[in-house]
């Protein structure tokens, strides 16, 4: 439906990625971890190898988890943009089907937050 | 005691009629369309402005009578609470962090609601309606000036206070009651009061209101307990204006109903993500807690809404779509709203902690299916690192939902461990959203939400004070290190700690 | 179902007659005290009459005067000089 108005109702959207100086906006989301609010956001270059995205900004990102210590992210379960995939660490945002508001989330069995897998909470 | 005849002029009913509805009249110089150009485009169908009901009958005379005697006892309490230092009789400074969400979240909503109903008032062509919205402008005038003036005191003391304007906005969290009130004042005249009038006010104010205010009498703060009664006295009217809209709306013509319908649908998901803030309130800022977010949610949407909408069934409206969502999470909502606030206190103007033993068997007692399974865990953990000197904070920014501007805290119904995930495409650019009642609003008018200035990507693209989160926060207009931060490294914490000493020390 | 109607006053001294005459006029009602607030729940409808507030009072008193000291309401309102009454399904 369009917006019933008084006149010509039509807009730019704000958050275009050309707006973002060369990056593309990345959501990232250790599942279970939810000491964590939310998700996360981050500005990225689309040529970013996916292993540097692991290893240089999730990773540091949850890095005062206790689950942290034990975490290895290349064996977790992947989901791009809320369907299962199995990233290239080696290849590229881009290359892997990244693309400007993509949601990467992952899930390590196992480790599932602070209160364990029967709550899963934290 | 007899009840004595009355020998007055007019009655009620009479003094009604002849100050409010003859105030109009039918324009000859121009052609009424004209002169009222916005109470037609969004569709809803008057055929008799004349079967407008306002059931308080209050006429301007009256009105003016009743406020300036509000206003009078209002000063004088405000008066005697400064001169008698009212801050040291608050049960303890945690408290004020609930005052100073209100300040920058809530009193800019009062003016913003000043101008929209001055702006709604005169663009109806009924005359009942016109004044009914013209008194609830001056009212909100008057609420953002009494709350201002009432907390200003606090202000002298207490940090986080200083520049509410302007935090409101900027600062990122109180982009969500900026954003409500925006995407409503954007709305035609007639959608502004199904949102404000009947959905906020008549559906879900008492939850800010009632507990809140009840809360602040609890908790020994004479100054916000004062303004806001003052304020709430006021609701009521504003309460029936929303009511008789809907009801006006729905008995003038068939083909209103389904535009009704989704127009209550969509603004009782957005106030209700809105209160989220008040459930935080309610069951963790209140150092003496009235009820918890579920009780009040118990009785003042599931009871009293379901009379209310049983009410309008007649009329072909039923319950607004997604509240049973709303009620499973009645469970949930505040313990992940103040995980969040924990999470991000450094980039908060007021401060937050984890709740004491005592408060914790408050919890577990109001929450028995949820807090001590979910969310003691998180909370023992935060409470342990703090303890060891490491307090926790969240040094990544997080993803936002782009109808309510939350982040998307908030879990898939049914399973609280699981973030709750929604997503829609428009020309060529992905949208997200915390909920479905959240998707369904951006999908029905996606060139209104895709403007949305979200807190997040604009720090991202350059427009709010540097890269750094430091030059963000002084762009907010934050003292660093004295506003934000963990109430118990916090500088309130402790002034409040030596005057309760001094105090000790008296006796 | 039930259908409650409802009203909440500021527990104040204005307040105290306007209970008293809702408590003898509608004898089935529910009164629940909170910090600084009293609400009253009943099947409806629930009527406030001027007599009976007079008569507590002492005095003679405007059944407008009842917005000096309500907080809430839940019900259809129906005001006139000698009463105020909260009601559903009239209209």
């Not at chain 2, 150009?37 to 037609?40: E, K, R, S």
């Given at each position: 439906m369009s917006v019933k108005s008084i006149g010509d109702y039509s807009f730019t959207p704000k958050d275009k990625v050309e707006n973002f100086h060369g990056n593309m906006l990345v959501y990232m989301q250790w599942e279970k971890h939810l000491s964590f609010c939310a998700p996360l956001a981050f500005p990225l270059p689309p040529d970013m190898p996916f292993g540097d995205l692991v290893a240089g900004v999730l990773a540091p990102a949850y890095a005062v988890h206790p689950d942290s210590e034990n975490v290895d992210f290349e064996k977790g379960e992947w989901q791009l943009n809320n369907v299962p995939f199995t990233p290239d660490f080696s290849k590229s945002l881009q290359e892997n089907g990244l693309s400007h508001k993509s949601v990467i989330r992952v899930r390590t069995p196992g480790l599932e937050g602070l209160a364990g897998a029967d709550s899963a909470a934290g | 005691m007899t009840v004595h005849k009355r020998t007055k002029k007019m009655g009620i009913k009479e003094r009604y009629a002849s100050m409010t509805r003859d105030l109009g009249w039918e324009t000859s110089y121009q052609p009424m369309d004209k002169v009222f150009?916005?109470?037609?485009y969004e569709g809803i169908k008057i055929h008799d402005w004349d079967a407008w009901v306002d059931p308080f009958r209050l006429t301007m005379d009256a009105y003016w009578k009743y406020q300036s005697e509000k206003e009078r006892k209002l000063y004088a309490v405000i008066d005697s609470f400064a001169q008698n230092n009212g801050q040291l009789g608050i049960t303890d400074a945690r408290y004020l962090n609930a005052v100073k969400i209100f300040l920058t979240g809530v009193s800019p909503l009062e003016y913003a609601a000043h101008r929209g109903y001055a702006f709604t008032g005169r663009h109806f062509r009924g005359v009942g309606a016109r004044i009914a919205c013209q008194m609830q402008s001056v009212d909100e005038l008057r609420h953002a000036q009494t709350q201002l003036h009432s907390m200003s005191h606090y202000n002298k003391f207490f940090s986080g206070m200083h520049s509410h304007k302007m935090m409101h906005d900027r600062v990122w969290y109180l982009s969500v009651p900026k954003s409500f009130f925006d995407d409503a004042m954007t709305a035609g005249p007639f959608e502004f009061l199904t949102a404000i009038s009947f959905s906020f006010e008549y559906v879900l104010t008492n939850l800010l209101f009632v507990p809140f205010m009840s809360g602040a009498a609890h908790n020994g703060d004479m100054a916000t307990v004062t303004f806001g009664f003052s304020a709430q006295s006021d609701e009521a009217r504003h309460m029936t204006l929303g009511i008789e809209i809907i009801k006006f709306m729905l008995e003038q013509d068939e083909a209103n109903v389904p535009i009704v319908q989704r127009w209550i649908d969509k603004w009782f998901w957005r106030g209700y993500r809105m209160l989220a803030l008040v459930s935080m309130m309610m069951d963790y800022m209140l150092p003496k807690r009235v009820m918890s977010w579920k009780e009040a949610w118990e009785m003042y949407f599931e009871e009293a809404g379901a009379a209310l909408f049983e009410d309008l069934g007649r009329y072909g409206i039923r319950m607004p779509k997604y509240h049973e969502v709303a009620t499973w999470e009645k469970d949930h909502l505040s313990h992940q709203v103040w995980s969040t606030f924990y999470n991000y206190a450094g980039a908060a103007a007021f401060h937050t902690w984890m709740p004491n033993d005592n408060e914790k068997s408050w919890l577990k007692d109001k929450y028995p299916d949820s807090f001590e399974k979910h969310y003691e865990p998180r909370f023992d953990h935060f409470t342990a690192k703090k303890e060891a000197g490491e307090r926790f904070f969240n040094g990544s920014l997080p993803m936002l939902c782009n109808t309510c501007q939350i982040p998307l805290i908030f879990t898939e119904p049914g399973d609280p461990t699981t973030t709750c995930y929604r997503e829609s495409e428009y020309k060529d650019d992905k949208y997200h959203f915390c909920s479905d009642g959240c998707k369904d609003i951006f999908d029905y008018e996606p060139e209104k939400y895709i403007q949305s200035w979200m807190p997040v990507h604009q720090i991202y693209q350059g427009n709010c004070g540097g890269a750094e989160l430091e030059d963000v926060l002084k762009w907010y207009q934050m003292d660093l290190g004295v506003d934000n931060g963990d109430y118990h490294d916090s500088e309130d914490f402790k002034m409040w700690t030596e005057w309760s000493e001094n105090q000790k020390k008296a006796v | 179902m039930v259908r409650t109607v409802s009203i909440t006053l500021l527990n104040n001294d204005d307040s105290r007659p306007v209970l008293q005459a809702i408590e003898q006029d509608n004898p089935d009602c529910e009164i629940q005290q909170l910090p600084s607030l009293i609400k009253v729940d009943t099947s409806g409808p629930l009527r406030i009459n001027r007599g009976s507030v007079e008569a507590f009072l002492g005095r003679d008193w405007e059944v407008q005067e009842l917005h000096l000291s309500l907080v809430s309401l839940s019900g259809e309102v129906d005001e006139d000089d000698d009463y105020f009454e909260l009601s559903w399904g009239k209209r």
């Open positions: - | 150009p916005y109470d037609t | -």
